[in-house]
């Protein structure tokens, strides 16, 4: 049959979620929760009898219907790691097959394994294609792919073979291209591939728009960038729009969970998956961060019925957003800030998110790259890729804005290095501390 089409059993299944996926998300944010308590229940329900590692995680004895949330312990990296399979349901589950393992890239220096099931497959799937339908994306356009690329072999050579990306949809060719590669052979790759949509890590793009400008050329037939991985820098959307003309679309999500929030098609707001999961942030003392609060993420999985994680501490931070004006129900993240290792520590051990700004750093000196790795609460080093002569004078200016913008006084070591390297997961950061 070429038309109309007829879909597979998968691919029927995949458009029935869509269906609703589409609908849910104009629910008022009491019934989102209320369907969202509906599936925890089950899901702990399925905990409590079903899987080792939760028999005895719950409150004084008490069953999963009497059980809360908010009671349940939060859950660490640190914790599922050392879990193991009694983290896992040890029996087959009807409908959940295959199942399969992911693990994270380890860029915590604590890589997690967990096992994810034909049902969080699909559920996934929905919600890429409910993401791609918020933003209007062409099913049938190219997209190129910069990330890393698993297979060894083909990060050597850069280029993997081309594959489809729109589920249950006819769909265009998706290429994937090292991004450990240089940035030139990256941007020569692109010109010849020339992509519809890109998608990469916010510090490769900027790397590419850098790159681009400097040969006076912009991407042939690009109409979107989607962003990756990493905190996305503000200025980064302005310099995106204002050098190759097309707008940012970012994105967050984690190996073991899947999709956790993907910006708004109206703004740039986040929008927590919460047919997918539950997302928390909380504030220190454990309560709910409100509005304009920033806290640490903690998700629970509603559809892994096969490795659940309850309460999981993923290792971000994100800042609450207030409801959004497009009127979806889902849940709101202003921002998605980093790890805790990306917190600058003050001298009274509280700590606070550093903003210096690659793109001011660049206004003082000539300079392609910049780190800086807080030693001790009165010490910081910062590595800088120079791209031609920096001087003392360049020196005392940069060391004098990065003073204001930390709001502190530090002792400052320049450090000049051919390059940055990207951590096991290909991610770049800005900032990092060494200390606990």
């Not at 609908?23 to 899987?51: G, M, N, P």
């Not at 890589?111 to 049902?119: A, D, Q």
């Not at 699909?122 to 791609?132: D, E, I, Q, V």
């Amino acid at each position: 049959m070429r038309w109309p089409a007829l879909p597979s059993d998968a691919n029927s299944s995949l458009l029935a979620l869509l269906k609703q996926l589409m609908s849910s998300q104009w629910l008022s944010s009491e019934q989102i929760a209320a369907r969202q308590q509906l599936q925890f229940a089950a899901l702990l329900k399925h905990a409590k009898t079903e899987v080792p590692f939760y028999r005895d995680r719950f409150p004084d004895s008490r069953t999963a219907a009497d059980t809360t949330l908010e009671e349940m312990p939060l859950l660490t990296r640190t914790q599922v790691q050392e879990a193991g399979e009694t983290l896992q349901c040890p029996r087959p589950l009807n409908g959940h097959d295959p199942v399969r393992s992911v693990t994270t890239s380890g860029s915590t220096g604590r890589p997690v394994t967990v096992k994810t099931s034909y049902v969080t497959w699909l559920l996934g799937s929905a919600l890429n294609m409910r993401f791609h339908l918020w933003h209007k994306r062409d099913n049938r356009a190219r997209v190129a792919n910069i990330r890393l690329v698993w297979d060894h072999q083909k990060e050597k050579t850069g280029e993997n073979k081309p594959g489809p990306w729109a589920y249950a949809y006819p769909s265009g060719d998706a290429y994937t291209f090292g991004i450990t590669q240089p940035v030139d052979v990256q941007y020569a790759w692109l010109q010849k591939i020339q992509p519809h949509h890109l998608l990469t890590h916010p510090s490769n793009l900027r790397a590419l728009i850098e790159h681009a400008r400097s040969l006076g050329s912009t991407p042939e037939g690009l109409r979107e960038v989607i962003t990756i991985s990493e905190m996305l820098d503000p200025d980064l959307r302005d310099l995106c729009r204002s050098q190759w003309g097309v707008p940012l679309t970012d994105s967050y999500s984690a190996q073991e969970t899947g999709l956790i929030a993907v910006q708004c098609p109206e703004t740039e707001n986040y929008h927590a998956q919460s047919e997918s999961l539950i997302v928390e942030v909380l504030k220190d003392d454990g309560t709910l961060c409100g509005p304009g609060e920033i806290g640490r993420v903690v998700v629970t999985t509603l559809s892994n019925f096969v490795n659940p994680l309850i309460r999981y501490e993923i290792g971000d931070y994100a800042e609450v957003g207030d409801p959004c004006p497009c009127g979806r129900g889902l849940p709101v993240l202003r921002r998605i800030l980093g790890r805790t290792r990306n917190l600058l520590v003050l001298p009274d051990g509280s700590r606070v998110w550093p903003h210096v700004g690659l793109s001011k750093l660049r206004e003082i000196a000539p300079v392609t790259q910049a780190q800086m790795i807080q030693l001790t609460q009165h010490d910081l080093e910062l590595n800088l890729v120079p791209a031609g002569d920096v001087t003392e004078d360049h020196e005392r200016k940069i060391r004098d804005h990065v003073r204001q913008s930390l709001g502190i006084e530090l002792a400052i070591e320049i450090k000049y290095v051919d390059a940055i390297p990207r951590g096991a997961s290909g991610k770049y950061e800005d900032f990092m501390t060494k200390l606990a």
